[in-house]
Nanobody
Framework: QMTLAESGGGLVQAGGSLRLSCAASGRTISDRGMGWYRQTPGTQREWVATTTKDNRPDYADSVKGRFTISRDNAKNMIYLQMNSLKPEDTAVYFC????????WGQGTQVTVSP
């Protein structure tokens, strides 16, 4: 019913910035909570940030003050602005609908070099 597609990942030096995008299709995001998770090989998928349908954000302690989640309902997209990146942020980043957690994208790789 819903398809999500992440983009914007890449290789960046520590201290740099990246902006991830997630394009949704099939269903509108306007009445859904949305979020970002990340995962490294052999680890459980980790919560990064969420935003409610009313655009109220929440963040994991590890990214507070550095990452910003936002949504553009007109474009049916969500974003993750990542500043002051650290090597520990290296992971595959996924977006999801937090209204049921039924839909996930393919992920986009973020690599932060020291």
């Amino acid at each position: 019913q819903m398809t999500l597609a992440e983009s914007g990942g890449g290789l960046v030096q520590a201290g740099g910035s990246l902006r991830l995008s997630c394009a949704a299709s099939g269903r509108t995001i306007s009445d859904r909570g949305m979020g970002w998770y990340r995962q490294t090989p052999g680890t459980q998928r980790e919560w990064v940030a969420t935003t409610t349908k009313d655009n109220r954000p929440d963040y994991a302690d590890s990214v507070k003050g550095r990452f910003t989640i936002s949504r553009d309902n007109a474009k049916n997209m969500i974003y993750l602005q990542m500043n002051s990146l650290k090597p520990e942020d290296t992971a595959v980043y996924f977006c999801t609908s937090t209204t049921g957690y039924q839909y996930w994208g393919q992920g986009t790789q973020v690599t932060v070099s020291p």
